[in-house]
């Protein structure tokens, strides 16, 4: 990647993140104020990065393999975009990409996950990211 498209992609998630209590993340006002233009995601909210969302991640439920994909031996990825409400919980979700077979499973493992409130001038804010599920067989 060069090093103007890292700086750009630096700056569309370029947040001050500062641990406060229980890890909350604050996005830096300033910060937001200095973008033109913040990323939005799917749903129209603000767009974070799946690292920053996933270390606030505090309930994770693991998703049921589907036995029809079992059986088939389907596995992979699933990347699923997710809509975090003021509370932390996820409100929406919509598959981006994986097998038809595990979709399913996925949305409704990650629709129960539940993370620290995302803060903006100290303020609990809705966030969107993207979450990686995988599936891979116990052996």
Known sequence: MSAIRFLTAAAMFCFCITSVGA???IISQSVADKLDKP????????????????????????PRYPQNALIAKIQGDVVIHALIDKN???SRVKAEKGHPMLLQSAMTAVSQWRYEP??????PMEVETSVLVTFRPEK
């Open 23 to 25: 890890q909350e993340v």
């Open 39 to 62: 990323q939005k995601g799917e749903f129209g909210k603000l767009l974070i990065d799946p690292k920053i969302a996933e270390s606030q991640l505090v309930h994770r439920v693991p």
């Open 88 to 90: 932390g919980h996820v």
């Open 118 to 123: 995302f803060l903006l001038s100290g303020e």
